[in-house]
């Protein structure tokens, strides 16, 4: 179920996880998942949605972004095009025959693959929603912090959102960075069906009714 | 117009598109969401909106009603029920 992969990182060489249900067939499909707190609260979905693959004659493999979930590297060193690298490193270690890449997995996946993207999000987006919970966390605390200066910070020493200490790389590339679809089908949450988009929950949640929609749209 | 009637009232179309995000974002049922009323409590009352579930929220908002939510109008009285949020979001998109 645990596989490893190698990667190389800003620190040299690091062995990285990735949740894989490998039998050596010939679909193999790469996941690349949502960045932040938004890959918790899919992951469960989407190994529902990997058991299913599993069933219907596919493999799957799920691996961490360096400096996330089980990686030992340094969450601050990451940035968009490292993940990017990663991911087409994770591709070819697995022998990958097509990807699903998820909210904003699209802004780092290897877009060469056919495959699909998942409501894809703007880096843009993504950022203003954590510098966003950061003035209110703030604000709650009877501080006043403003998110435009917050933005300016970021750029050049990095900022600390939501718990994660994203280092001014990170901050930078996600200002701008638009998702790149180069001919995967892209999929929209309502073709799941009901419940919403499991990256708006507060609370992670099992949704076994769009796990079972994806992997029907996958299984094809 | 796209109204919906709930609960013998009339519904705005903010109305039912702030109720239909609260659902996602709370994943809560239909009708649990419909019953909320202008006294329901939010932030505060509801230990799973923390600050980055409502940032996610006021997001979403933006994203479905297409209006812009500037930093200095989120304060705690603004998430502090149902009616306030709802009042806020029918200015904007009036305006």
Excluded at chain 1, 51 to 66: S, W
Excluded at chain 2, 17 to 43: C, K, P, Y
Aim: hydrophobic share 45%; with cysteine; charged share 25%.
């Amino acid at each position: 179920m645990i596989a490893t992969w190698p990667c190389p990182g800003p620190h040299g060489q690091s062995e990285e996880y990735a949740l894989a249900l490998d039998r050596d067939r010939p679909r193999r499909l790469l996941i690349v998942p949502a960045l932040f707190d938004e890959a918790n609260r899919m992951r469960r979905m989407l190994v529902d949605m990997m058991r299913l693959l599993d069933q219907a004659g596919i493999d799957t493999f799920l691996p961490d972004l360096p400096g996330c979930n089980e990686s030992l590297q340094d969450f601050t060193a990451q940035s968009l095009h490292g993940w990017r690298s990663a991911m087409l490193i994770a591709a070819r270690h697995f022998r990958a025959s097509e990807v699903l890449a998820v909210r904003g997995g699209a802004l780092v996946y290897p877009n060469a693959m056919p495959g699909w993207v998942l409501e894809p999000a703007k880096g843009t987006s993504i950022l203003r929603q954590m510098i966003r919970a950061r003035v209110i966390a703030a604000r709650e605390a009877g501080e006043h912090e403003d998110s435009a200066d917050l933005l300016e910070r970021g750029r050049t020493e990095g900022l600390e959102l939501a718990g994660w200490r994203c280092g001014a790389s990170l901050i930078a590339g996600l200002e701008h960075a638009m998702p790149e679809i180069e001919g995967q089908r892209l999929i929209a949450q309502s073709e799941l069906g009901g419940g919403g988009g499991l990256w708006l929950r507060a609370e992670p949640a099992a949704a076994p009714a769009q796990s079972a929609a994806l992997a029907r749209i996958i299984a094809g | 117009m796209n109204d919906t009637m709930a609960a013998g009232t009339l519904m705005s179309d903010t109305d039912s598109t702030l109720r239909a995000i609260l659902q996602d974002v709370l994943g809560l049922s239909a009708e649990r969401v419909a019953a909320f009323d202008a006294s329901t409590g939010l932030f505060g009352d509801l230990p799973e909106l923390d600050s980055m579930a409502v940032a996610g929220l006021l997001t979403e908002i933006e994203d479905r009603l297409d209006i812009v939510i500037e930093d200095d109008e989120v304060d705690g009285e603004l998430l502090e029920s149902y009616g306030n949020l709802l009042s806020f979001l029918e200015a904007k998109v009036a305006a």
